[in-house]
C-alpha cells in the first residue's frame, strides 16, 4: 500500500475517537481539557473575608398570598414572606452571593463529589440562593404533596424546565458553564423564586444570618470580589492577598 494511504488509514480512528469524545463530553469538555488541572499550595494559601452591609431602612417584604393553593397554605403556621432582600438584625445582608470574579490563573477545578440539594418545602425554594461548580451535581428535592415545575431560567447555560410529582425521586441536573446569578422559577406557583450561582472554582459563598462570608484556600494573588444580589444588584472591589496570609473587604448596599 502507499505509504501516504497507511497513515490517513490509521489516523481515521483517532479521529472517531476525539470526535466521539468531543461529542460527549459536554460543553465544558474542550474547555476543561485545555486547561491544567488547579493545585493550591496549602502552605501559602490564604483567606479572604468580609461581610455585606446594608444601611437605611431595611425593605418590608410582601406576605406572599399561598391562598390559591391550599395545600401549600396549610404548610405554614403563619405568614411567609417573599426573601427578596432579607437584611439580617445586625444590619448585614443575608442570600448575597459572593465570589472571586477575576484572578485566579486558568485552570480546571474539580468540583466536590457532594451534590447541592434545592428543597422544595412548604411550596418555597430551600435555601432561596445557591452556590455550585460547573459539573457539580444539583439535587431537587420535592418534599410537598403537590406537583411543581422547576424552571432554570439561566442564559448562559442551557435553561430547562422539570416536573416533580408529590415526593417524587429526586431529579439531578449540572450547569457547564459559569453563570453568576440566574434565577429558578416554578411554572405552577409563581411566587417561587431561588437563584443559583455557578462558579467555575470552589471560592464563592452565600452569605447567612450573620452576612459574613469566607473563602478560604485561595493562593495568594490580587482578585476582584464580585457580590450580587437579586434585587440590589452588583458591586465589585479589588483586594491583594498575600501569601498565608487574610484578607478582607466589606460591601454596601442601601442608602
Ligand atoms: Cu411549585
Known sequence: MVPYLKRVIA???VFLLAFLLADCGGATAPQAAALPDARVDPATAGTIS??????????????????????C?????????????VVNPNGTLRNAFVWIKDGLAPAHWIPPADSVKLDQS????????IGIMVGQTLEILNDDPVNHNI????????????????RAEHSFRKFASPEVLFPVTCS???????????????????TGVDGSFALRGV???????????????????????????NATIDFTYGT
Not at 448562559?156 to 416536573?163: F, K, L, T, Y
Not at 411566587?191 to 467555575?200: D, E, K, L, N, Q
Request: glycine content about 8%.
Open 11 to 13: 489516523a481515521v480512528p
Open 50 to 71: 468580609g461581610r455585606i452591609l446594608f444601611q437605611g431602612q431595611a425593605p418590608k417584604m410582601q406576605v406572599i398570598d399561598m391562598s390559591s393553593n391550599p395545600s
Open 73 to 85: 397554605e396549610r404548610q405554614h403556621k403563619g405568614q411567609v414572606r417573599a426573601e427578596t432582600v
Open 122 to 129: 412548604g411550596c418555597i425554594y430551600e435555601p432561596h440562593v
Open 151 to 166: 424552571h432554570a431560567e439561566s442564559q448562559v447555560n442551557s435553561p430547562w424546565n422539570i416536573a416533580e410529582a408529590p
Open 188 to 206: 405552577v406557583h409563581p411566587w417561587m423564586r431561588s437563584w443559583i450561582g455557578v462558579s467555575p472554582h470552589p471560592f464563592f459563598a452565600v
Open 219 to 245: 493562593p495568594p494573588g490580587t482578585y476582584t470580589i464580585e457580590v450580587v444580589q437579586e434585587k440590589l444588584g452588583r458591586k465589585e472591589g479589588r483586594l491583594t492577598l498575600p501569601a498565608s496570609g
